[in-house]
C-alpha cells in the first residue's frame, strides 16, 4: 500500500526494517493524511509512533585529510591485511532553498563525489565517464564511493546523515599498486571510510553544523487573538514575518480575521494544532509548507 502511495506522492519516502517501516514526508499533517489513507482506502490498522524530525548534519567549510596530503590506513581484519592510502578535500555544497533574504534556510542536497585526474589515472578508468557510470562499471571505484558515502550516513555531532557536502578524491596509493587493490577493493573502501571519520571529528568537530527542517506557517485568527499567537509562535522560536488585517469594515471586531506568517523550526510545531485549538478557543487555523533546512543550536 505504501509503495502505490510513494508513486502517487515522491515527497513520500518509505523505508523498510526488521521491526517498523519509516515513513517520511513533508511534515507532520503530511503523515497524517497518508496513516488516514491506509486505513481508510486501504483497510489496514496502522500502529504509529511519535514523529521524528528529520535533522542533518553538515560542514561549513572546507576539510582536507591531514597535511594537505594522503592518510595511510593500514589494519589486519580476519587475517587479512587491509592498505591503501587517500587524500580528499571535502567543501560544502549549498544552494539557497528561497529568495528571501535573510531566510538562512538552505535546499537539502544529496552528497557529490568527484574523482580527480591523478585518481583516474591511477585507477585506470576513463577519464571522461561520469562518477556514477564508473560505479557501474567499475568494482574498484564502487567500493572508494561506498566507502565515502556510507561513512557520511552518519556525522560526528550526533546520529544525523551528513548532506550538501562535496567531497573531491585528489589522489590514491597502496603498497601494492592498483592491481593489489582490485583483488582487495575493501581496502580502498575502508581507507576512504576512515579518511571521512577522520575528517569530520578532526578540531573536534567545529567545522561541523547540525541542519533543521523548518517550515513556513501560516495561521489565521481572529484579530483579537492575533497577541497571543505572535506570543505563541515567538516561544517556538519563530520568526514573524507578515500580520494581515481582514479589511472587512461592516464586521464585528471579534469576527475580523487576521493571517499571521512565521518561519518556525519543525520541532516546534509538532502537535501544534492541539496548541492552536487552545490557544484560540477552537477558533484559529493554520497551513505549514516546508522552506528548508537551517542551522541549528546543538549540543554534542
Known amino acids: 500500500a505504501l509503495a502505490l502511495l510513494a508513486v502517487e506522492d515522491p515527497s513520500l519516502e518509505v523505508k523498510e526494517s526488521e521491526t517498523a517501516t519509516l515513513v517520511?514526508?513533508?511534515?507532520e499533517l503530511h503523515i497524517e493524511v497518508i496513516v488516514d489513507?491506509?486505513?481508510?482506502?486501504?483497510g489496514i490498522d496502522v500502529a504509529i509512533g511519535a514523529p521524528s524530525v528529520a535533522y542533518r548534519e553538515t560542514i561549513i567549510s572546507e576539510i582536507e585529510t591531514?597535511?594537505?596530503?594522503?592518510l595511510n590506513?593500514?589494519?589486519t581484519v580476519g587475517g587479512a591485511r587491509l592498505q591503501a592510502a587517500i587524500h580528499l578535500l571535502l567543501e560544502p555544497n549549498v544552494e539557497k532553498a528561497t529568495d528571501e533574504e535573510g531566510s538562512g534556510c538552505f535546499a537539502l542536497r544529496d552528497n557529490v563525489v568527484l574523482l580527480h585526474d591523478r585518481v583516474r589515472e591511477y585507477l585506470n578508468v576513463d577519464e571522461d565517464m561520469e562518477e556514477d557510470d564508473l560505479v557501474e562499471s567499475d568494482d574498484l571505484v564502487k567500493a572508494l564511493v561506498e566507502g565515502i558515502k556510507g561513512s557520511l550516513r552518519r556525522g560526528y555531532l550526533g546520529p544525523f546523515p551528513v548532506a550538501n557536502v562535496k567531497c573531491h578524491v585528489l589522489d590514491v596509493d597502496a603498497e601494492r599498486g592498483v592491481q593489489g587493490l582490485r583483488e582487495q577493493p575493501g581496502a580502498l573502501r575502508a581507507a576512504a571510510?576512515?579518511?571521512i571519520s577522520k575528517m569530520l571529528s578532526s578540531d573536534n568537530g567545529t567545522n561541523c553544523t547540525v541542519l533543521e527542517p523548518r517550515m513556513r506557517v501560516e495561521v489565521t485568527v481572529p484579530e483579537h487573538m492575533?497577541?497571543?499567537?505572535?506570543?505563541?509562535?515567538?516561544n517556538r522560536r519563530g520568526a514573524v514575518g507578515d500580520v494581515i488585517i481582514g479589511d472587512d469594515m461592516e464586521a464585528s471586531p471579534d469576527r475580523v480575521k487576521a493571517?499571521?506568517?512565521s518561519d518556525v523550526p519543525l520541532v516546534e510545531i509538532l502537535g501544534y494544532a492541539n496548541s492552536l485549538r487552545s490557544v484560540t478557543g477552537g477558533e484559529g487555523t493554520f497551513s505549514a509548507e516546508y522552506k528548508g533546512h537551517s542551522v541549528c543550536e546543538f549540543k554534542k
Open 226 to 234: 492575533v497577541g497571543n499567537v505572535l506570543s505563541d509562535l515567538n
Open 259 to 261: 493571517t499571521v506568517t
Open 37 to 42: 489513507r491506509l486505513r481508510r482506502e486501504f
Open 24 to 27: 517520511s514526508g513533508l511534515g
Open 193 to 195: 571510510a576512515y579518511a
Open 73 to 75: 590506513y593500514d589494519r
Open 66 to 70: 591531514s597535511n594537505g596530503g594522503l
